[in-house]
């Protein structure tokens, strides 16, 4: 069956430190990944979109890697703030060109200062 | 630019009756993606439409559910006959293209069935 999986489990780090963030996929190809972060009762924002053909993506502290041979993609934060402090989404086009976005579950992150 | 815009942001219907769910796009967007999220549980798809057209509907149950976005307003989920399982917060979202491009969330509108 097909499954984009993150970590249930919040994380918690101390400020400073890199939060690095799991999505998992199964039965998927897809031709890109993107990241949001939801904060309590806000709608998602966009962070980040990856395609299949980049390993790696930056912006300012937020960096994002896709492997799909792993069928993985990895989010991390650097220097990571208690602002930083959301859940966080990862979601992906489930045959690349519908435009619907399938959602995993999200990891919550909580950076204590 | 204003942002993505949805109304009302709380909703409150009685069992049987009809709740209607409104969302303005970013300016210069065409594209609308509906979702839907349960306590506790993650973003569900719902309903991809363009303008006039309905793309993709396959997240929508097929009955008392229905999504438009005419040409002139804002697209609009309408849901018929609610029940308490309906209570959810649905979100709307833009983008300027369908595919390979982020979507700009709204700040959704909570639904609550007594």
């Known amino acids: 069956s097909q499954k984009i999986e993150q970590n249930s489990e919040a994380l918690n780090i101390q400020e400073g430190k890199t939060a690095t963030l799991t999505c998992n996929y199964t039965?998927?190809?897809?031709?890109?990944l993107q990241w949001y972060r939801q904060d309590p009762g806000r709608g998602p924002v966009f962070l980040l979109l990856i395609r299949e053909n980049e390993k790696e993506k930056r912006k300012e502290r937020l960096k994002v890697t896709f492997d799909t041979t792993l069928k993985q993609s990895l989010f991390h934060i650097t220097a990571s703030q208690p602002a930083d402090s959301a859940t966080y989404l990862c979601a992906l086009d489930p045959s690349g060109n519908t435009g619907k976005l399938i959602f995993g579950q999200g990891t919550t992150l909580q950076v204590k200062p | 630019n204003a942002g993505v815009m949805q109304n009302p942001r709380h909703l409150v219907r009685r069992r049987g009756q009809e709740a209607r769910l409104r969302c303005s796009p970013m300016?210069?967007?065409?594209?609308v993606y509906w979702y839907r999220q349960l306590p506790e549980e993650g973003l569900k798809f719902m309903v991809y439409?363009?303008?006039?057209?309905?793309?993709?509907e396959s997240g929508m149950p097929k009955e008392r559910f229905s999504a438009e976005f005419p040409k002139e307003g804002p697209s609009i989920l309408r849901i018929q006959q609610v029940v308490r399982g309906d209570s959810a917060a649905y979100f709307c979202?833009?983008?300027?293209?369908?595919?390979?491009?982020?979507?700009?969330f709204g700040p959704g509108t909570r639904l609550t069935v007594t």
């Open positions: 439409l363009q303008k006039e057209n309905i793309i993709d």
């Open positions: 300016k210069g967007h065409s594209h």
């Open positions: 979202a833009s983008s300027s293209d369908g595919v390979g491009y982020e979507q700009y």
């Open positions: 039965n998927y190809s897809p031709a890109y």
